[in-house]
């Protein structure tokens, strides 16, 4: 039968080992201690508190780091998802119709399209929208219906993604729409869209002039 250690036993361990908790500072951060109102804060209340702050950040962090591990991973089957569906397509007009379709499909966008335009057709696109597409580029925002219906053909659509490349001897937009006024407010990271839209510049460099 386990002996039962007194408080007194304890004290006394404490008094002959008293660096016993400095490697032990999870354990300080679990204690709890009488503290007198109008007193001032003692070295060892301001340590555990410490503990205390620096253990919530830690669980805070962690917390974070699962969540977004949770959402990689997502976003990595379904990037996968879509590169299976473009290596299928046979031709450009084939890409052209099967990666908006795939897009919606797969990332619950509400529209999707890839257009490709002339120099003198971007110049006059650029004319009309008042906007400037430069290669490799990528704009997020919730621009003016105006531009939007330009781009588009769709009042519904409220916030978007334009992602810039070159198609041989054209220009591609890589259009993506929102019907959610929040979805793309501009502040969000380019890597992934400009991942798709390098998929689609590989895919279209294989096929033919």
């Known amino acids: 039968m386990t002996k039962e250690i007194s408080a007194k036993e304890v004290e006394l361990y404490l008094l002959k080992n008293t660096d016993f908790f400095l490697t032990r500072e999870s354990i ?53 998802a879509l590169v299976l569906k473009v290596v299928t397509a046979e031709d450009e007009d084939a890409l052209i119709q099967l990666m908006p379709k795939s897009l919606k499909k797969i990332f619950d966008v509400d529209a999707a399209y890839l257009k490709f335009f002339t120099n003198s057709e971007m110049n006059s696109l650029e004319e009309r929208t008042g906007m400037n597409f430069s290669v490799g580029e990528t704009k997020y925002g919730s621009f003016a219906n105006e531009k939007i219906q330009i781009l588009f053909g769709d009042d519904s659509i409220k916030s978007v993604v334009i992602s810039v490349f070159k198609n041989k001897n054209k ?39």
């Open 28 to 80: 300080v951060s679990e204690l709890n201690f009488k503290h007198s109102p109008g007193k001032a804060e003692s070295l060892l209340e301001r340590q555990v508190r410490k503990l205390r702050n620096e253990q919530k950040d830690l669980l805070d962090s962690l917390s974070v780091f699962l969540s977004n591990a949770s959402e990689n991973e997502d976003l990595f089957s379904k990037s996968k």
């Open 171 to 209: 220009i591609g937009l890589l259009l993506i729409g929102s019907k959610d006024k929040t979805r793309y407010l501009g502040d969000e990271d380019t890597t992934f869209i400009e991942f798709i839209r390098d998929i689609a510049e590989a895919k279209l460099k294989t096929f033919p002039a």
